[in-house]
């Protein structure tokens, strides 16, 4: 009986940090793109004349988008998306969802 709780222990610990790490790395890979840009941005863009928004959600319809970074400045509004693969990206103004080729 030992021997089965020891083992059913093991399995557990193992489970959950595989899953941990998992979300770490998804989480990691994803948005490590998105992060240099933000500190590029926070870095370059004078603060007094340039308000920088990262990671913003906005509510559309039923549903919500998510835009990566907006600049704001008296010069204009900066809407940026970054991705951070390579490849290449197909769509057009009138295309809701856009294709794309990873390499």
């Known amino acids: 009986m ?3 709780l020891s083992l059913l222990f093991i399995a557990l610990v193992l489970f ?3 899953y941990l790490l998992g979300r770490f790395k998804q989480n990691y890979s994803y ?4 992060k240099r840009v933000s500190d590029l941005l926070s870095l370059k863009l004078d603060r007094e004349q340039y308000y920088l928004l990262n990671n913003v959600t906005l509510r559309v319809g039923n549903g919500t ?3 990566d970074h ?3 400045s008296k010069k204009g509004v900066f809407v940026i998306e970054t991705k951070h ?4 990206i197909f769509g057009g103004g009138q295309v809701k969802d856009l294709e794309s080729n990873h390499l």
């Open 65 to 67: 988008t998510q835009i």
């Open 31 to 34: 948005n490590i793109g998105e």
């Open 70 to 72: 907006i600049v704001v």
């Open 2 to 4: 030992n021997t089965l």
């Open 85 to 88: 693969y390579s490849g290449w």
């Open 16 to 18: 959950v940090t595989g």
